[in-house]
């Protein structure tokens, strides 16, 4: 950032497209916080509907005049809904809060530099994603509405146009356009990532003094750059499939709504390779970040070294190698070899080796603290430990194929996902919001309504999520937008009716963090420099970093590992 | 503290939802759904310890009162973290070894054949008939409002007596092989009771091996989203002593 804009006061239009790092952070996190209020309503419809899918309510209508005629929402609109939950939430909530917005922020400093590599790039890369953004909200709002094949798309039904089903004409298209520009987006910021930590450090600041939230930054973006291709590559190929006739996803001789298909000779496992090959490495990308965060806090708030820092290293490494072998395990059931499903399930479960590491070095770094601080942002992170690990052991259910054989699909599988992919990482971006606001807006988030907040939240996602798993147990599918075709489900109503009713409530908690974040951007008390005594660059752009672990103490006395 | 609390809470909430649970596992209908509920308990039993044991830590962490320490014993860190990848490699081994494995499945011999047949939105089933062959099928004979759904040639002979309902009947005690077909989205046939499902791929025929022990009636679900209608793809897997079973595909 040229250092005039900030003594003349920039024009209106130069700090909207601004290459200021942090202001494209603060873009970056308001767009993925708008993302996640909407991403969370669809999901507070969705289990509404679940729960009274008779319930007239007048103001459906009056949005979805046509899917919610009379004030009943239809099973296309909450299919539609579904769909659309899903993917902000994994593109434009998990991709961006942990990865975009606070990279941003503070990889720069931490580094001892002043700017991203590439800042016009990144300025691009910020106005592209708002573009993806807006693609995707407009493939709701036409006539016909917006697709129903969920975040996954798997062909045929996704690849074949409205006949499969509503939805699925220009709607289904503008979403494969959307992500598709999605991933141009986050390929040009991981790269930015990338050549910021290969380029920018502070001459004398050697890979292994970096930082542990600027080596997981580090690891996502590689990740970002193996994986967000192949999706590209692959929404470019389906939508050929949609638009120009090609056949790579769709096989011959179909019968689609009494019509007959004029494809022929495509796979729809290709697909389902493609999508998850990018999609597992994705689940990484969301949880990597978090995983850095929440090793730097932990170590911050207890006023040492990580445990081992080495340790904290590699294993998110290993886990982002491991990551991108195991797409398969989405896949048992899909037809494929029995001897590819035990190969990918190894991996799979190979992959609790390097997590049992880290669990041990958040552990043990609170466990040998010189003096533990529970912050706000200290909280969420012991959360985050929680959760993580109740999330990951339900894992080792899923990673052997005859287990999975049947809690496939079901509601085990969204409770799974939902604790380690939605609950752990958004701690993680709680923590991160709570620990460098001062450095987003220059002043404190509230840390009494913080505490509040995060104990509500905590027993809020257990609530939720411990008993869903159990809707699982019994069997019952996900993605199925009304319960009452099946006798088998109606045991299981009263625990619906639990989950939807503390879904409100978590929803309703949501809105301390809400009230908080805005107050105290207004009138939060002023921050110093280094508000948390933080050990780290972002704190200290004069520190010493020569022959110094990145989180030792100089005064302290601790030593790095 | 509230946090160590609130963590022993949830540990204790986490084994009464397991002790009495709001709901469970529907009965088990086949020695590999028995075996599957054998597998799942071991699971169970694994993982629980490990989650009680994590969250306990933790709790223990945040609750106790500890002086407060000038210099942190630091050089165990790598040994610990080493031993801690060791040790869940060992508890991953210990799960995958007591499991059956993909791989111990062996093909059955001289298995009832019946072809499944899944599309939007709706489930038909055909049986082979009194030659124990099947007629071709094409999709251009496909008519669903002529009782047709699953498109059997009319000028192959072989398919004359061939029987196309829309419930599986199968007999109890007997090796079954389901053949999954689909005309146009993914589906997936899933029966609780038996304890795995499988997806149906269009362009695919892929096998489903069956033995089903117990006589009852269970429902069929559709279990991969393929559309509008995916709640609604119901039928029923009907469970049949052997001869009853004989009987009734010579009544048709």
Redesign the interface.
């Known amino acids: 950032m040229e250092a005039t804009t900030l003594i003349a006061r920039p024009s209106l239009l130069r700090r909207i497209f601004s290459t200021d790092h942090r202001t494209i952070a603060r873009q970056y996190f308001f767009l993925s916080l708008f993302a996640v209020v909407v991403g969370v309503c669809l999901s507070l419809l969705m289990r509404f509907h679940l729960v009274w899918p008779r319930e007239k309510v007048a103001w459906f209508e009056a949005i979805w005049s046509v899917r919610a005629e009379g004030g009943i929402m239809t099973e296309e609109l909450y299919l539609s809904l579904m769909t659309l939950h899903g993917t902000i939430m994994v593109f434009f909530v998990l991709t961006l809060a942990p990865l975009n917005a606070f990279a941003n922020l503070v990889l720069p400093e931490q580094l001892g530099g002043k700017e991203m590599a590439f800042p016009r790039m990144n300025m691009l890369s910020f106005w592209i994603t708002v573009a993806s953004f807006l693609t995707l909200l407009s493939a709701c709002v036409f006539d016909e509405g917006g697709p129903i094949a969920g975040w996954t798309a798997y062909p045929p039904l996704s690849a074949v146009g409205a006949v499969s089903g509503p939805g699925e004409g220009l709607g289904q298209t503008l979403w494969f356009v959307s992500i598709g520009i999605f991933c141009i987006a986050s390929l040009l910021s991981a790269m930015n990532i990338i050549s910021t930590v290969i380029e920018c450090r502070r001459p004398g600041m050697s890979l292994m003094q970096m930082p542990l939230t600027s080596w997981n930054w580090f690891v996502t973006s590689i990740l970002s750059v193996l994986s967000f291709p192949v999706l590209l590559a692959a929404g470019l190929l389906i939508l050929l499939d949609r638009l120009a006739g090609t056949s790579f996803f769709v096989p011959g001789d179909l019968l689609i709504a009494e019509q007959h298909s004029p494809h022929a000779g495509g796979s729809p496992l290709l697909w389902q390779h493609l999508f998850w090959f990018f999609g597992h490495p994705e689940v990484y990308i969301a949880i990597l970040p978090g995983m850095g965060i929440v090793s730097h806090i932990i170590s911050n708030f207890s006023r040492r070294a990580p445990f081992s820092y080495r340790a904290c290293v590699w294993a998110p490494v290993a886990i982002a190698f491991l990551g991108m072998l195991v797409w398969g395990h989405h896949m048992f059931i899909s037809g494929i070899s029995p001897y590819s499903a035990m190969t990918f399930s190894l991996i799979t479960m190979s992959i609790g080796a390097p997590s049992a590491v880290l669990v041990l070095n958040w552990l043990g770094t609170a466990y040998q603290a010189v003096k533990l601080e529970f912050t706000t942002a200290m909280l969420f992170c012991m959360g985050f430990v929680s959760l993580f690990v109740t999330g990951g052991l339900t894992g080792l259910f899923l990673g052997q194929p005859e287990i999975d054989a049947y809690f496939h699909d079901t509601a085990f599988v969204v409770a799974h996902f939902h604790m380690i992919m939605g609950m752990a990482a958004l701690f993680a971006v709680f923590a991160a919001t709570f620990y460098w606001f001062p450095l987003m807006f220059g002043r404190m988030l509230d840390e009494r309504l913080g505490k509040l907040h995060f104990y509500l939240t905590f027993i809020g996602a257990y609530a939720l999520f411990l008993p869903m798993h159990f809707a699982g147990f019994a069997g019952n599918p996900r993605r199925y937008a009304d319960f009452t075709n099946f006798d088998f489900f109606q045991a299981g109503m009263p625990l619906q009716r639990w989950i939807t009713v503390t879904a409100f409530a978590m929803g309703a908690v949501q809105l301390i963090f809400i009230g908080n974040l805005f107050r105290s951007i207004f009138s939060g008390a002023k921050a110093g420099a280094n508000p948390w005594n933080g050990p780290t660059l972002e704190w200290n752009a004069d520190a010493e970093i020569a022959d110094r672990g990145p989180y030792e103490y100089p005064d302290a006395g601790a030593d790095a590992n | 503290?509230?946090?160590g609390l609130?963590?022993l809470a949830?540990v204790v909430?986490?084994c009464l939802?397991i002790l009495h649970?709001?709901?469970?596992?529907?009965v088990a209908i086949t020695s590999a759904a028995v075996a599957?509920d054998r597998?799942?308990s071991w699971?169970l039993w694994?993982?629980g310890s490990?989650?009680i044991a994590?969250?306990l830590?933790?709790a223990w962490?945040?609750i106790r009162r500890?002086k407060?320490?000038?210099?942190?014993?630091?050089?165990s860190?790598?040994r610990?973290?080493l031993f801690?990848?060791?040790?869940?490699?060992a508890?991953?081994i210990a799960?995958?070894a007591h499991?059956?494995?993909?791989?111990s499945?062996s093909e059955p011999k001289d298995a009832e054949t019946i072809e499944v047949y899944a599309?939007?939105f709706a489930w038909n089933f055909r049986y082979p008939g009194a030659d124990g062959v099947f007629g071709r099928v094409g999709?251009?004979f496909?008519a669903?409002a002529a009782g047709n759904p699953v498109?059997i040639d009319p000028s192959d002979s072989r398919g004359n007596d061939d029987i196309v309902t829309p419930v599986l009947r199968i007999p109890a005690g007997r090796d079954v092989r389901l053949l999954l077909h689909s005309?146009?989205?993914?589906h997936?046939f899933?029966v609780?009771e038996l304890?795995?499902?499988?997806?149906i791929?269009?362009?695919?025929v892929?096998p489903l091996d069956i033995h089903a022990d117990r006589i009852g009636q269970y429902?069929i679900?559709?279990?991969?989203?393929?559309?509008?209608?995916?709640?609604?793809m119901?039928s029923i897997l009907v469970v049949m002593p052997g001869e009853e079973y004989d009987r009734w595909k010579l009544q048709h």
């Open positions: 503290m509230l946090l609130i963590l949830t909430a986490a939802l649970p709001p709901v469970w596992f529907p599957y597998q799942f699971t694994v993982t490990l989650f994590a969250q830590l933790l962490i945040v500890r407060s320490v000038t210099r942190p014993a630091t050089s860190g790598v610990a973290s801690a990848a060791v040790a869940m490699i508890v991953e799960l995958a499991g059956n494995g993909p791989l499945h599309h939007q999709t251009e496909i669903d498109g005309r146009d989205v993914i997936d899933f609780r304890r795995t499902k499988q997806d791929v269009p362009g695919m892929i429902e679900a559709c279990a991969e989203l393929c559309g509008l209608g995916h709640n609604q119901h």
